[in-house]
């Protein structure tokens, strides 16, 4: 038998056509390609090909992966199938042209035989998620979806070029009898009804109209790539590709030394870096960050989506603004025609960024908790830009919610945002026999309680629970006292930048003249800003949470512990212990050692929900929707347990108010995991 292959353009004439089409075709995607990137250059520069090398690995695990996109099983499993099929499908397409254009004799057996087969499979493959799309979006029609003209195109375009692909190779097979047909199993399928309806000139007409239908389909297809949906195809692995490595969430430090910085914080587009807008086109529109958004489910009116592409459709009204005043500057030959019209040196006619583009109740909604984010598939950034639009209002013009203003000033004036005294921060911790390091400067370790733990009298009794367990495994420790303050959490997540910089500065200043090199936290807000953010300010300090340090004092057997016995217990992860500082395991862990029956909630690990008290929303009132923490809370009650345990004071705080809410103090008690475990040292 002959070698498996077939003829490159059987029974057609003028295939030479081929190329002015896809010229044709690809000046059009160039065109489009130019297009948004004069948009994204109307940001600022920032340097993201840093990332190229560690994109590379991202593009495999997230992107051919699809690791974020199935843990939505449902629209995961969906679009793996849609990408795979084009994936194989334009293996093909390629693996012929090199042959047919470029004369290399590639097209023939095993490679002809495994290209036929998975062309089928996963073109087969395509159309069910091609199916399985159009029965989301138009019949089921989740909330997340907005079913834009561009999709049902889209959907029908790939539905159509896939067919008519499977037809002309059944009229094909049918005119030819090929004998490798078994390996094209769907092309042999449809040959049998054509060949039984049709005769062989027939079959050849039919076959020479559906290959140049099917050719223009495909040169549309590429024209319309770049103006469609369908650009995140390249987007989305690019967006993967300069993501953020590291610890997230960190904003980015503004010098107010600098006499040449005129405004703080980001009110207008080009303030905004070019990756910041280039996110807004590299959106799939999806949803998932709306389906995970804690303001958006408790009936808040921010939607993460729809700032990201409330910006994106911002972004193309100033871009046609800016080539409108820019064709008008070289019509009149003014000064402007010399340096090209830009949007910082024109009026552009557009509306404000904030209030007009994005209202204000949207960003101070917002609890910075970075579901959106985590469950992004292609890594879209939203939470900075609410901290530099913050930023702008209460730095430059004063606006921020009326409860933020008591925050602030207490925070100036006393070092904690409650207002208490700062000479009586000390006061608890003393009682139970801790020393500051100012009298015992040889400690190993500096235990930073936080205002939470230092005045808050619901967390007084986590401190108080911390301390026993650290004296009881012998960990030598002290205290700063009446000198330590507020991290500054809170003021920077509020867009007080300034008040950040002045607390987190006394405190860099304070530790370092005692020589602190550890620090053991009990709150994440402390621990992920002391050890992800102060170094900023040359603040560097090995930092630690106190659920990581307490498995390891157990695990070292430093600290041994008693059993619960029939007890059972839900764990809330805080969002800033767990989404962005990757602590999961560790408290749950501790919990099982000590014999708790662990149950999750509804929301767990990286699809936890906020308690609401997050992105400094702790100090402010709730106007809109349903209270996040009761909602939290509801969860916690559905779990049916004897406890809820937390690792957070704020959580524990908002947790402890759902409960009260909810009247069912006397079925469910909060606690935090130290008071848990220190109740298990009590005999020994």
């Known amino acids: 038998m002959s070698m498996a292959t077939r003829q490159v353009y059987w029974n057609i004439e003028g295939e030479h056509w081929l190329y002015l089409f896809f010229i044709i075709a690809l000046i059009i995607f160039a065109y489009g390609v130019y297009k948004r990137v004069s948009l994204w250059k109307l940001g600022q520069p920032e340097n993201r090909w840093k990332y190229l090398s560690q994109g590379i690995k991202d593009i495999i695990v997230y992107g051919f992966g699809h690791k974020r996109i199935l843990k939505d099983s449902y629209p995961g499993i969906m679009h793996v199938c849609i990408f795979w099929g084009f994936v194989f499908l334009a293996f093909a397409t390629a693996t012929i042209t090199l042959q047919a254009d470029f004369g290399l004799q590639i097209f023939h057996g095993w490679l002809y035989l495994f290209i036929k087969l998975t062309a089928n499979l996963f073109g087969l493959a395509a159309i ?88 223009l389909l495909a040169m549309t297809f590429i024209a319309y790539f770049p103006y469609s949906k369908l650009f995140h195809v390249l987007l989305g692995p690019l967006n993967i590709v300069f993501r953020n490595r590291g610890p997230i969430g960190i904003p980015e430090l503004i010098d107010f030394e600098d006499e040449n910085i005129e405004t703080f914080g980001k009110s207008q587009l080009r303030e905004f870096s070019w990756k910041t807008l280039f996110n807004t086109d590299a959106c799939l529109r999806c949803g998932r960050c709306q389906d995970n958004c804690p303001a958006y489910l408790s009936g808040k009116h921010l939607n993460p989506k729809k700032i990201i592409q409330d910006m994106r459709f911002f972004m193309e009204e100033v871009g046609t603004a800016v080539k409108a005043a820019q064709k008008d500057a070289l019509a009149n030959q003014t000064a402007e025609a010399e340096t090209a019209a830009t949007e910082e040196n024109v009026e552009l006619p557009v509306p404000s960024l904030i209030g007009e583009v994005i209202a204000e109740e949207d960003l101070w909604s917002c609890t910075t908790c970075r579901s959106c984010e985590q469950q992004c598939p292609v890594f879209v950034e939203h939470v900075d830009k609410t901290i530099d639009m913050r930023r702008h209002l209460v730095l430059m013009e004063t606006r921020f919610p009326a409860e933020a203003q008591l925050a602030f000033r207490n925070m100036e004036n006393n070092g904690n945002p409650w207002g208490i005294g700062w000479t009586t921060r000390v006061d608890y911790l003393k009682v139970l026999g801790v020393k500051t390091f100012a009298e015992d400067p040889s400690a190993e370790y500096l235990y930073w309680p936080g205002c939470s733990g230092a005045f808050d009298a619901r967390n007084q009794k986590v401190s108080a629970a911390l301390v026993k367990l650290l004296q009881a495994a012998g960990v030598h420790f002290a205290i700063l006292g009446n000198e330590e303050k507020c991290c500054g959490d809170s003021a920077r997540k509020l867009g007080n930048e300034y008040l950040f910089y002045t607390l987190a500065s006394e405190n860099i200043e304070v530790m370092k003249g005692y020589g602190v090199k550890k620090i053991i936290t009990q709150c994440p807000h402390c621990f992920n800003i002391l050890k992800n953010e102060y170094p900023q ?15 390891e004092l157990v695990k070292s057997g430093k600290l041994k512990l008693n059993n619960i016995s029939g007890k059972s217990i839900t764990y809330h992860d805080s969002c800033y212990l767990g989404r962005y500082n990757q602590i999961y395991d560790q408290p749950r862990e501790l919990l099982k050692i000590v014999g708790l029956k662990i149950k999750e909630m509804a929301h767990t690990g990286e699809k936890s929900f906020c308690c609401g008290a997050g992105g400094g929303r702790m100090w402010l009132e709730e106007h809109e929707g349903k209270r996040i923490n009761v909602m939290r809370t509801d969860e916690a009650i559905a779990a049916k347990t004897d406890y809820v345990g937390t690792a957070c004071p704020f959580c524990l705080t908002m947790i402890v108010d759902g409960i009260a809410s909810r009247e069912v103090g006397e079925a469910l008690k909060a606690l935090d995991i130290s008071e848990i475990l220190e109740s298990c040292i009590s005999r020994f």
Do not use: C, M
């Not at 799309?133 to 003209?149: G, H, M």
């Open 128 to 215: 069910l998620g091609i199916a399985i799309a159009a029965y989301r979006r138009y019949i089921q029609r989740p909330d997340r979806l907005d079913n834009k003209t561009d999709d049902a195109f889209t959907l029908a375009l790939i539905f159509i070029i896939v067919l008519t692909g499977f037809l002309i190779e059944g009229a094909r097979i049918a005119a030819t009898s090929d004998p490798w047909a078994g390996w094209g199993f769907i092309g042999q399928w449809i040959s049998i009804p054509l060949k039984a309806s049709l005769n062989q000139a027939q079959l050849l007409s039919l076959h020479k109209f559906l290959w140049w239908f099917h050719l």
């Open 537 to 551: 300010l040359d603040g560097n300090f090995e930092v630690v949470h106190h659920s990581t340090f307490l498995l």
